[in-house]
């Protein structure tokens, strides 16, 4: 059982004696209704790697509660993937800033966050896919509270890595939660039109469903493809055709896209491309 189960199991089955008391039936052990609820849960306690479980779940059936799951899945794998990079990076940054010693450490966890990474980073561009296909045009629905843990400035732990410090495992620990809900945060808030700014993206969040413009909602997605692009280039791990992929995928998602930064990013995601397709005729 993980550590968040213990959690998962009394709410779920606090919710379930209520409904029984009085109104609907709660639903069904197995369901996507019932996946939706446990998602709600783990979301809450910023688990997001556990919300994806039961997403994932909820996306392989046909039932109206994948309209809710889609946008959220694929914000989170956003998320993921960008702070699993900004820990792989600042652990790289930490290597290369020591003078004398070993940086042994230190880039074994960078090594390990690019992978984990790189994981995401193939989900998501796999997720803005599947996505494209089912929801081709039209607003977004926002269906999900505002993430309730995690702040768009990174702990100060995070500075003292990139300076070359060692770090206790228990607060790495914590110092990667933290970068992981700051991710998750970090894509929502921009998703509906609040890039950088919190607590006016939860102020929009107040009442739900919403209906988010398409616009910020690509942009969000593009520039997280293309950010996620440098994992495969080559100061990540040199997968050149992965980056080009990502890099077009990016392009795609920015050219339905808007906000003040979009034409800057398609310049960087093209400018990447053309160096990526010269590598590969080498």
């Known amino acids: 059982m993980d550590r968040y189960s213990h959690r998962a ?5 606090l919710l379930m004696l209520a409904a029984c008391a009085s109104g609907p039936p709660p639903p069904k052990t197995g369901t996507p209704a019932y996946y939706w609820l446990s998602t709600m849960e783990t979301y809450g306690a910023g688990a997001y790697e556990k919300s994806l479980e039961h997403l994932d779940k909820i996306m392989r059936t046909t039932d109206p509660e994948t309209q809710k799951a889609g946008p959220l899945r694929i914000l989170i794998l956003a998320g993921l993937a960008r702070g699993y990079q900004d820990l792989a990076e600042q652990f790289q940054f930490g290597a290369e800033s020591i003078k004398t010693g070993s940086t042994a450490a230190h880039r074994r966890r960078s090594d390990q966050y690019r992978a984990q990474a790189a994981n995401f980073a193939l989900q998501l561009s796999q997720a803005y896919e599947k996505f494209e296909e089912s929801s081709p045009s039209g607003n977004i629905t926002i269906d999900f509270p505002f993430p309730t843990r995690g702040a768009l400035t990174p702990p100060p732990v995070f500075t003292r890595v990139g300076q070359g410090q060692l770090i206790p495992d228990m ?8 970068i992981l809900q700051r991710g998750v945060l970090r894509e929502v808030a921009a998703a509906v039109g609040s890039p950088g700014d919190a607590a006016q ?18 942009a969000t997605i593009g520039e997280a493809l293309y950010e996620t692009s440098a994992i495969f280039g080559p100061r990540g791990r040199g997968e050149t055709p992965r980056q080009i992929h990502q890099l077009e995928l990016a392009a795609k998602a920015l ?15 093209e400018k990447d491309r053309k160096e990526a397709v010269a590598r590969m005729k080498k």
């Not at 607060?171 to 990667?176: G, K, T, V």
């Not at 929009?204 to 909602?217: C, D, H, I, Q, S």
């Not at 979009?262 to 960087?268: F, G, N, T, Y």
């Open 9 to 13: 199991i009394p709410l779920l089955a």
């Open 171 to 178: 607060e790495i620990d914590r110092m990667q939660a933290a």
């Open 201 to 218: 993206a939860q102020a929009r969040m107040t009442k739900l469903p919403l209906e988010a413009e398409r616009g910020p909602f690509l």
């Open 255 to 269: 050219s339905g896209a808007a906000g003040p930064s979009v034409k800057a990013i398609l310049a960087k995601v």
